[in-house]
């Protein structure tokens, strides 16, 4: 067969999504002749609720050869260690799941295993003590990592909180410096090819036709392409995420400056905190069948720190995935791909991981279809598998105190979760699936978060001296402790190298 390399690739919405995908384009393509075209509308919102990040987003900062100091004085961005989770496993209770490693392996046997072990006698600390990320979290610290020989400062693992508005803004910025066409307006209709109900061409209210040989949904959540015209299905996963609303409102930001994301468990959902230099975004993510959409919004409004900058935000959304997210010559990403709900940060990266695995299996104007079923195979596994983690939360709860989280008890986890818990609760056994998101450490702090402790020790931690780990243990808390300390302060660390220029209520309300 014949190659046909894709000449024009079109993409439906702005965004974060619209934006990152264009970039990232634009810079792929530099030296070909294709042309990318962005379409959207400034009377379309963007969906702001993702303000918090992984530690990925730094790859795509990275690779899309962005100054990090730049973009967070844009942006009002701040540096993020980890989430803390509050009142998720019991009120009063709160865990933090940290990014970077934690601890060292001894030979064969994984910190896991002799930490737990010594956990269960009594003899060693909290988890957190011995990351560096979650001691310098609590004590609002952060500097980027530095030379220094054996040390954890080497190897400080963060991602950013910022403006997802500012953010795509920022994006826009480039891609249209690196030859983005943007099209201000609205698609009114779309036309199918009569052979292969390939999409043939996208009709504008202007009036204009655009055409493309390869045409990126990221319309969010209306699925203008993917599902409006190609009625590719979704997948529904509400009975394993029970939260189908959302509530936000940015507000005044009153306390010392966290390096961490907060998520709050409430009596019908759970509440976000994430900080910026120039306010406080705080969201209510819940189930409309356990609190009238009323309710979410006073016990958001009432809960908030500082001054309110706008009126709250609302949104609706169905958790779940499309059954395809690459059909014919259409791929769907972001929300237009899926949500997962924003509890562990990952619906930015989703959009990252769209794009870099729609690099990787790029088509031709033949669209392989060898190339499309194995990007679906993989973005399909990927959600799974973040669903399975985002499940571990509201599955494992002790709390009975109000009618969503006894449902959340009474939910039949799917085989790969139930899999997952079974190997911990025996004997402390990890697994990571292939290349899946999250690693095995974020795994360990969940499940020990939410107290499904071990039975039994691993078998191989019986090799090893008491006395060996004892010590190894001491030692790499005292590391951790002496570390955080030499870290400056997070907020002094922004004003020394990357303070948004101006951070005022009057830029909190733009």
Known sequence: MTALPIRSIAIVGGGTAGWMTAVS?????KAANVRVRLIESEQIGIIGVGEATIPPIMHFIRGAGIDENDLIRKTQSTFKLGIEFKDWTRIGHSYLHPFGNTGFDLGPVAFSAYWLKAFREGRASRLEEYSLEATAAYAAKFMRPVQAANSPLEKITYALHFDASLFARYLRSIGEARGVERT???VKSVALQSDNGFIRALTLESGEQVEADLYIDCSGFRGL???GALQTGYEHWNRWLPCDRA???PCER???LSSYTRVTAKSAGWQWRIPLQH???NGYVYGSGFISDAQAQEELVSSIEGKAFAEPLKLQFSTGRRKRFWNKNCVAIGLSAGFLEPLESTSI???QRGIALLLSYFPDRNFNTADMDRYNKIVTSEYERVRDFLLLHYGSTERDDSEIWRYCRSIDKPDSLRERIELFQSCGRLIREDNELFPMQSWLYVLVGQNLMPQNDDPLVNIL???????NLDNIRSVVRQCSAAMPKHEDFIKQNCAAVVATAAAASS
């Open 349 to 351: 990266h989703f959009i």
């Open 254 to 256: 009153t306390a010392a």
């Open 225 to 227: 392409l993917i599902e």
């Open 184 to 186: 201000e307006g609205k």
């Open 25 to 29: 384009l634009a810079k792929f393509f």
């Open 465 to 471: 001296d008491p006395r060996q780990v004892m010590d």
């Open 247 to 249: 509530v936000a409102v």
């Open 279 to 281: 306010r406080i975004g």
